[in-house]
């Protein structure tokens, strides 16, 4: 069976890390494209950062701003997103998804992806 399941959410003040997880479990993360979304409360589910499979290639949103690292653990069949400098606008569902290693679809384009987590809070206050 296909899942992704993210966790590492919670709580943290302004200017805190978290580090969030997303392990894959029927298919292997290193064949795949990986994106974390978010969603927070009454905004449309935005891109923060993608890792492209077998290459490694990264992006990451205009409002990361050098904050965020995204890496991948295949022995784990993870994909890690690290947080710092966590600011009071993070605060969001965060999701990760999958979708078959391809070029030429945006890596920001929700509607590609084949594969969803269940999402995990990140909480951050001032």
């Known amino acids: 069976q296909v899942q992704l399941v993210e966790s590492g959410g919670g709580s943290v003040q302004a200017g805190g890390s978290l580090r969030l997880s997303c392990a894959a479990s029927?298919?292997?993360?290193?064949?795949?494209?990986i994106s974390w979304f978010r969603q927070a409360p009454g905004k449309e589910r935005e891109g923060v950062s993608f890792?492209?499979?077998?290459?490694?290639?990264?992006y990451y949103g205009h409002f990361v701003k050098g904050r965020f690292a995204i890496s991948r653990d295949n022995a784990k069949n993870t994909v890690v997103l690290q947080m710092n400098s966590l600011e009071v606008e993070d605060t969001a569902v965060y999701y990760c998804a999958a979708r078959i290693s391809t070029y030429g679809s945006a890596w920001y384009l929700r509607d590609t992806y084949t594969y969803w987590g269940q999402g995990t809070q990140v909480t951050v206050s001032s």
């Open positions: 029927g298919f292997n993360l290193d064949e795949y494209d």
């Open positions: 890792i492209r499979g077998n290459t490694d290639r990264k």
